[in-house]
């Protein structure tokens, strides 16, 4: 590994950057964090806007974000019917998932992380830290995390568009966003439905989403919450060949204070989730064998910043309650599943941004402390640093301390073939990061090469001997990789072109022997090429090309492609996924579609008061 590793640092080939702008121009982006404003992004924290969103073909966040190198979506059903998120390697309980900053993980399983309230209209841009991020959003923030974040745009807008495609794919959606006096309003709905490619893998999906928006001085209040429903046949999700059926009802309720005071900022902020899940084993006989799961959790932060010469110091306190009730019906007779639970949260975080040598290094040092139900008590370090050792080169790492506690379904769940444990202790991680950055007006490449060192991480797993899948603690993981990447734009017929590589060598130490479920179903190796075109006549050819390798599994190769006509108002598009018409799994059992097409029209108008 160490050979392989040192001969590609020295190729020159790079990359940990993708996708950073919405133009042909590489500028500067500055990411606003809880706490502290990002300027210098020279690492693992990627920015994708929105504004190029429609330049891909894509029918889901999910399709959108496993664009990225790193990033592997492992969806059991398309247009983002259920997708398991995975980052560097880790696990579909590793990433922590945002909105505008505030959590949605869910705590009976992460297989619902993804279980977004609201469509993807509504977006306006996604950061991503392919790294993990427990010094600034705490536990479960293992291997990364997501941040989607709204807004309500400066102009009045109405915008929609219709869809529609093979297996009897069609989706509406319509939008509006205005603002009166200081007050500004975005709300957005959106309906999906398929026949499905196969048998039982039809679908229907409904999404509503609301954010409102006031601003006065120094003050600014966001008021934002959204609505989705799924109802949707899950062949093969978690057995093979199977009827199962499942419906998921997910809302959100979040607010955000911000107020600034001379060289304070004080933000205050609370949100709530609501999440139902209705599991039915056999479709046609829901009586045989059906879970209930219902989630409430709630929680409040409070962040200050203080600027003065010596740079930005930011702290916090985080508040949160996780609460299940869980049933099965097995022959009408009502038992209890994952049970009664509840757990509370608490957090204290502190950072400070150092500044030296005429802007070019920073040091952010800083730590995160975490009390779970008012004894177990942890601490987690971290510092990251960038130095732009001249205008075009930008070296950067980071060192971080991270944990992610079992879900519900980890320590309590009972099944036919799955059996949880109560035993559980949280996983705990060391994570680092190396790299450097080559950028210029039109292109830049870098390099990154990162690090974990796990313990107690938790897998599901069964000895030789054994009928039953049971979460255990795995004594010790070591994972190395590289991400790579290379972005070239120009105004002429080749628009965009794009690279991205990564490689991941992931090792269970020192285990007891037993077969593993998920803790080396990672990728190996993934490389991702993108294509944009500038054509006659405003058409615009986008096409990726994806090969995925993993460590179990079959390697597959995926190509895309969108067909893009724009006029004033007015965008037009044809879609084509998987063209080479590849049989492939990504999780579960689940079959993926083969090659599907669509085709649809946008339109999007300004107008005055």
């Given at each position: 590994m160490k050979k392989f590793v040192k001969t590609l640092i020295f190729t020159g080939v790079s990359g940990a950057l993708l996708a950073q702008t919405d133009s042909n121009n590489l500028q500067p982006v500055v990411i606003k964090e809880n706490r502290l404003e990002v300027k210098n992004i020279a690492n693992s924290l990627l920015v994708l806007k929105a504004a190029n969103f429609n330049l891909q073909a894509h029918k889901s966040v999910a399709d959108v974000l496993g664009q990225v190198s790193g990033m592997d979506m492992r969806q059991r059903g398309p247009v983002g019917v259920q997708t398991d998120v995975s980052i560097r390697g880790g696990s579909f309980d590793q990433t922590q998932i945002l909105w505008n900053g505030l959590k949605l993980n869910d705590a009976q399983t992460g297989h619902h992380n993804m279980n977004l309230p609201f469509p993807t209209e509504a977006i306006e841009n996604i950061v991503i830290s392919k790294n993990s991020a427990a010094r600034k959003y705490g536990l479960n923030a293992y291997s990364g995390y997501i941040n989607l974040v709204t807004q309500v745009p400066k102009q009045n807008i109405v915008y929609g568009g219709f869809m529609a495609g093979d297996y009897g794919l069609w989706a509406a959606h319509l939008g509006v966003s205005f603002r009166r006096n200081k007050w500004g309003h975005h709300i957005s709905f959106k309906n999906t439905e398929s026949n499905g490619y196969t048998t039982n893998t039809d679908f229907k999906t409904k999404e509503i989403f609301y954010q409102t928006e006031y601003k006065k001085g120094n003050y600014q209040l966001?008021?934002?919450?959204?609505?989705?429903e799924r109802a949707f046949s899950a062949r093969g999700f978690y057995v093979p060949n199977s009827t199962e059926f499942e419906t998921t009802k997910s809302g959100f309720v979040g607010v955000k204070n911000k107020y600034k005071v001379g060289n304070f900022t004080f933000l205050a902020q609370g949100y709530y989730r609501n999440h139902d899940d209705n599991y039915i084993y056999l479709r046609a006989n829901p009586s045989a064998f059906t879970n209930q799961h219902y989630t409430n959790t709630y929680g409040t932060e409070l962040h200050a910043t203080y600027s003065s010469k010596l740079g930005i110091t930011g702290l916090g306190f985080e508040w949160r309650q996780e609460n299940l009730n869980s049933y099965n019906y097995s022959g009408n007779?009502?038992?209890?599943?994952?049970?009664?639970?509840?757990?509370?949260?608490?957090?204290?975080?502190?950072?400070?941004?150092?500044?030296?040598?005429?802007?070019?290094?920073?040091?952010?040092?800083?730590?995160?402390?975490?009390?779970?139900?008012?004894?177990?008590?942890?601490?987690?370090p971290?510092?990251?640093?960038?130095?732009?050792?001249?205008?075009?080169?930008?070296?950067?790492?980071?060192?971080?301390?991270?944990?992610?506690?079992?879900?519900?379904?980890?320590?309590?769940?009972?099944?036919?073939?799955?059996?949880?444990?109560?035993?559980?202790?949280?996983?705990?991680?060391?994570?680092?990061?190396?790299?450097?950055?080559?950028k210029r007006n039109n292109y830049n490449l870098a390099i990154s090469y990162f690090n974990k060192n796990s313990n107690n991480t938790i897998d599901w797993a069964k000895q030789a001997d054994s009928l039953k899948w049971q979460p255990l603690n795995i004594n010790h993981v070591q994972t190395d990789g590289l991400d790579m990447a290379f972005n070239y734009f120009t105004k002429g017929i080749l628009n965009k072109f794009s690279i991205g590589y990564t490689y991941i060598d992931m090792q269970l130490v020192n285990t007891e022997n037993y077969k593993s479920r998920y803790a080396l179903s990672n990728l190996k190796h993934q490389l991702i090429i993108s294509v944009s075109l500038k054509l006659p006549y405003q058409f615009l050819l986008t096409t990726s090309?994806?090969?995925?390798?993993?460590?179990?599994?079959?390697?597959?190769q995926l190509l895309d492609a969108r067909l893009n006509w724009r006029y004033k108002a007015l965008t037009a598009f044809v879609d084509v996924s998987n063209i080479l018409d590849k049989k492939y799994l990504e999780a579960g059992y689940a079959p993926m579609p083969g090659t599907w097409s669509s085709a649809g029209i946008q339109f999007k108008i300004n107008y005055k008061k």
């Open positions: 966001d008021i934002f919450g959204g609505y989705a007779v009502r038992k209890a599943q994952l049970g009664n639970r509840s757990r509370q949260i608490n957090g204290f975080f502190v950072e400070h941004q150092f500044v030296f040598y005429k802007n070019q290094i920073t040091v952010t040092p800083g730590f995160y402390t975490n009390l779970l139900n008012g004894s177990s008590f942890d601490l987690f971290g510092f990251d640093f960038t130095y732009k050792a001249m205008r075009i080169i930008t070296f950067f790492g980071s060192v971080d301390k991270a944990m992610r506690l079992p879900t519900y379904t980890d320590l309590f769940y009972s099944g036919s073939t799955n059996i949880g444990n109560a035993q559980l202790v949280a996983e705990q991680s060391i994570n680092s990061e190396i790299g450097v950055e080559y090309f994806r090969h995925i390798e993993r460590v179990v599994l079959v390697d597959y």
